[in-house]
């Protein structure tokens, strides 16, 4: 679909600390942004939470022309549960496999040259222990699906992606070869988000927002937030759409224009982030009360 892009994958983590050390030292990644608010977001940015939350952009590039992390921390949320719906972010990557192995992060070999990791809190990487050869080494974000043809069939036409690959259980779709793809893998099974649950943004010309919106609306499909506008102070207000597929993934669509300006690199990202992470007394806060952070 002429102008739309995949942005970024949420992730919500509970070990901020732990977390931060996997994406930096691990997968090899820095800071592009962060940010610090003091209430939930009206797009549930944050999860359905409204206490005191964090994001953290987190990636190879900037985002103009990288797929990306966005880590999602809830100050008062210690763990999230694993449901069956996320399957792996992709990456090209020999350096990954090496720094696993130099800082003894459990790696599993699956092929001569593939391997599986985890984030803190169960998220799945699949690495391919290549040279990297495009500008981003993250290539994609499978999801589980419940029915691959109807998964298919809402990707495509709400979506407007395009089919690349395709087998009886899996198919990578995306809106063009240079671009990280998302992956869809038939389960052959109900999907369970449980808490830990993400969500895929794709940016579009601002103009296509209604579009989508009414596309989802006719077809019966759920619509999570109906076009609204994100204000955030001293940077461009974007608009946004979210809407979940058949199985309940969430799919936030995004206008370009205002996001590519909202989305610049921050040079004092890592700063922000470690000031974050030191000034977070959070975890001491409840310790003193004999008490453990709320699982999700």
Same mark, same amino acid.
């Given at each position: 679909?002429?102008?739309?892009?995949?942005?970024?994958?949420?992730?919500?983590?509970?070990?901020?600390?732990?977390?931060?050390?996997?994406?930096?030292?691990?997968?090899?990644?820095?800071? %592009?942004?962060?940010?610090?608010?003091?209430?939930?977001?009206?797009?549930?940015?944050?999860?359905?939470? #409204?206490?005191?939350?964090?994001? $953290?952009?987190?990636?190879?590039?900037?985002?103009?022309? @990288?797929?990306?992390?966005?880590?999602?921390?809830?100050?008062?949320?210690?763990?999230?549960?694993?449901?069956? #719906?996320?399957?792996?972010?992709?990456?090209?990557?020999?350096?990954?496999?090496?720094?696993?192995?130099?800082?003894?992060?459990?790696?599993?070999?699956?092929?001569?040259?593939?391997?599986?990791?985890?984030?803190?809190?169960?998220?799945?990487?699949?690495?391919? #222990?290549?040279?990297? $050869?495009?500008?981003?080494?993250?290539?994609?974000?499978?999801?589980?699906?419940?029915?691959?043809?109807? /998964?298919?069939?809402?990707?495509?036409?709400?979506?407007?992606?395009?089919?690349?690959?395709?087998?009886?259980?899996?198919? $990578?779709?995306?809106?063009?070869?240079?671009?990280?793809?998302?992956?869809? @893998?038939?389960?052959?099974?109900?999907?369970?988000?449980?808490?830990?649950?993400?969500?895929?943004?794709?940016?579009?010309?601002?103009?296509?927002?209604?579009?989508?919106?009414?596309?989802?609306?006719? &077809?019966? @499909? $759920?619509? %999570?937030?109906?076009?609204?506008? %994100?204000?955030?102070? &001293?940077?461009?207000?974007?608009?946004?759409?979210?809407?979940?597929?058949?199985?309940?993934?969430?799919?936030?669509?995004?206008?370009?224009?205002?996001?590519?300006? %909202?989305?610049?690199?921050?040079?004092?990202?890592?700063?922000?982030?470690?000031?974050?992470?030191?000034?977070?007394? /959070?975890?001491?806060?409840?310790?003193?009360?004999?008490?453990?952070?709320?699982?999700?």
């Amino acid at each position: 679909m002429s102008g739309r892009r995949t942005l970024h994958f949420v992730f919500k983590i509970g070990d901020r600390n732990k977390t931060i050390k996997f994406y930096r030292d691990i997968l090899g990644m820095k800071v %592009l942004r962060h940010e610090e608010f003091e209430e939930g977001c009206k797009a549930t940015c944050n999860g359905p939470y #409204d206490g005191k939350w964090s994001k $953290t952009m987190i990636g190879y590039g900037d985002e103009d022309n @990288h797929f990306v992390c966005e880590l999602t921390y809830n100050y008062g949320i210690g763990d999230y549960p694993m449901g069956n #719906d996320f399957m792996g972010l992709t990456i090209g990557s020999s350096t990954i496999v090496e720094n696993c192995k130099k800082n003894d992060w459990p790696v599993n070999k699956v092929t001569d040259s593939l391997y599986e990791t985890e984030a803190p809190g169960g998220y799945k990487f699949v690495l391919e #222990d290549k040279q990297q $050869t495009a500008s981003d080494p993250v290539q994609k974000v499978t999801l589980a699906s419940s029915n691959l043809s109807r /998964s298919i069939e809402y990707w495509t036409k709400i979506a407007g992606m395009t089919v690349f690959e395709q087998s009886d259980k899996e198919a $990578t779709l995306g809106f063009c070869k240079e671009q990280a793809k998302v992956g869809l @893998h038939d389960i052959g099974c109900v999907v369970d988000h449980k808490k830990a649950f993400g969500r895929v943004a794709i940016a579009c010309p601002r103009e296509q927002l209604p579009a989508i919106q009414q596309a989802a609306r006719s &077809g019966d @499909h $759920t619509i %999570l937030t109906e076009l609204v506008s %994100l204000d955030t102070p &001293g940077k461009a207000t974007v608009e946004v759409v979210i809407l979940a597929d058949p199985d309940g993934h969430e799919i936030c669509f995004v206008g370009d224009e205002a996001f590519r300006q %909202l989305s610049k690199t921050d040079p004092n990202g890592d700063k922000l982030l470690d000031e974050a992470v030191q000034n977070d007394k /959070s975890a001491e806060w409840f310790a003193k009360r004999n008490r453990s952070k709320a699982t999700a």
